[in-house]
Structure formats: structure tokens, C-alpha cells
């Protein structure tokens, strides 16, 4: 079987568990499950930074201990802002790489961005399902997300001659990118159409599709920076066709603080 055929049967397997559990669990039992994403992510983030497997087993814990206390003390939505910082700064890095490459060579910086990344990221997508039509946000997020992975990856194959981030990712172009995009609104439009939206919602839609995709983008970019640091590929093997789990969620890990927090601000006006 292709890669892309490997890739298609692992989504098809997936996106139905994901979808089955965003809509059927809630409260503590969805959080549990995203947990569980949360921590497989948080195994192959250790061994980014070089962790043996009982130093992993220990960094494991600490993120379990950090979602923990944003759960019980309800900073879901500090916990998603803390992730837009952080970010902020991630993108400038993937700008300017591979100056500051030092700097994310040290595994101690590497392990604390994970934090930043992997919790805020958890806490951003159970912020969005305790919204008014939360798994319909979450949705829509994900949507957005897969939407400028598939267009990218068609549109870069098709077209792709200008280099996005070849410092970071080779494989990435501009083409692809902007595929992606177009992709991305696309369903976004058809979301409006489908939820009977006013059209006066639209353009706020187009907008939190592109500040969501960009975000995306640079999720994958960073997780890329971090391989590249880190001198492997992929951040594991788990899921066929895709490599690790990190691979698949990186541009998720990204996005999700970016619509948890534009959607706290606007969502009940916007989609109202």
C-alpha cells in the first residue's frame, strides 16, 4: 500500500473515534480522552528531547500533573491564552531559524515548549466543547485544520515550486500553502451555508479561518523545527502512513488555543 493509501485508511479509522467521542462524551470523560492524545504526544515529545524511557515515564507525569491542575482550578481559557503566547513566540523562532538554533538544541527549552504546546492545546479543545455547540466549534477547528492539510499536501504535490520554510521544512511550499488556505475557507463557506448563518457572520468566519490556518501552519513548522534540532524525521511510528502522533496533531496543537480564544471573544455573537 502507498503512503497516501496508508494515510487515507489511518484517517478513516481515526476521524470516526474522534468524532464519536467529541459528540458523545463530555465534562471529565472527554477530557479523559483527549488525555489519553495528550499523553501519547507527551511519550514521543520526551523522546524528542532525548529522554531514556523512565525519564519519559516522569515527564509523562509532570504533564499530567500541569492538565490537572487547569482542569480543577478552571484555567481553561488562561491555559489557552498562555498557548497564544507561547505561540507567538514559536512562529517568530520558524522566521528566523536556524538562528536560535542553539537555543532549541538544549533539551531543558524543548521540554518546557512542550508543556506549552501539548496542555494549552488540550485545554483550548475542551474550552471550545464546554461552548454553546461546543463540538460543533471543535468541529469546525478540526475542519479548518484538515482542510489546509489536504489542500496543502494536493496543491503542494500539483504545484508546489516556492519553498514555504526550507530551513525548517523542505518539503513545505508556498503553492501548498496557499491551497491550503483555499481549501480551509471553503469550509468554512460551506459551514455558513449548512448552519443557516446570517451573511453578515461571514466575513468574521473568513477571518477566524485564516488567523486558525495560519496558526496551523505554523504548528506543523515548529514540530518540523523540533525534528530537525532533534535529528529525526518523524516523531514516531504509531500511525501508519502519518509517522507519530505528534505528526498528525502538531498543526492541531497550534490551531486550537488560536479558535479557543477567538471563539470565547465572538463565538456568541458570531454564530448567534
Known amino acids: 500500500m502507498s503512503n497516501l493509501g496508508r494515510r ?3 484517517a478513516l479509522i481515526l476521524v470516526p473515534l474522534f468524532l464519536a467521542a467529541l459528540f458523545g462524551l463530555s465534562g471529565w470523560a472527554f477530557a479523559v480522552f483527549l488525555g489519553l492524545i495528550l499523553l501519547l504526544g507527551a511519550w514521543e515529545w520526551g523522546g524528542l528531547c532525548g529522554l531514556d524511557p523512565v525519564r519519559r515515564g516522569l515527564w509523562l507525569f509532570v504533564c499530567t500533573l500541569l492538565a490537572g491542575a487547569v482542569y480543577l482550578l478552571q484555567g481553561l481559557l488562561l491555559a489557552s491564552l498562555t ?6 513566540f514559536a512562529i517568530a523562532a520558524v522566521i528566523v531559524f536556524p538562528r536560535g538554533q542553539a537555543f532549541w538544541a538544549t533539551p531543558a527549552v ?4 512542550g508543556l506549552l504546546v501539548l496542555v494549552p492545546a488540550w485545554a483550548a479543545l475542551l474550552l471550545l466543547q464546554a461552548m454553546p455547540h461546543g463540538p460543533w466549534l471543535v468541529l469546525w477547528t478540526m475542519l479548518m485544520v484538515w482542510g489546509s492539510d489536504i489542500g496543502g499536501y494536493f496543491f503542494g504535490r500539483a504545484w508546489g515550486r516556492h519553498k514555504l520554510a526550507p530551513a525548517v521544512s523542505p518539503g513545505k511550499t508556498v503553492e501548498g500553502l496557499l491551497g491550503g488556505v483555499a481549501a480551509a475557507l471553503l469550509l468554512s463557506l460551506i459551514m455558513v451555508l449548512v448552519a443557516g448563518l446570517p451573511v453578515s457572520a461571514l466575513f468574521g468566519v473568513m477571518v477566524i479561518t485564516l488567523l486558525v490556518v495560519a496558526a496551523a501552519v505554523f504548528g506543523d513548522l ?3 523545527l523540533i525534528k530537525r534540532v532533534a535529528g529525526v524525521k518523524d ?3 504509531l500511525l501508519p502512513g502519518h509517522g507519530g502522533v505528534l505528526d ?3 498543526a492541531v496543537l497550534a490551531a486550537a488555543p488560536v479558535a479557543a480564544v477567538l471563539l470565547h471573544q ?4 458570531l454564530l448567534a
Open 8 to 10: 487515507v485508511v489511518t
Open 83 to 88: 498557548g497564544v503566547a507561547f505561540w507567538i
Open 110 to 113: 524543548r521540554l518546557a515548549s
Open 222 to 224: 515548529f514540530e518540523s
Open 235 to 237: 516523531s514516531g511510528s
Open 248 to 250: 498528525r496533531i502538531d
Open 266 to 269: 465572538v463565538g456568541s455573537e
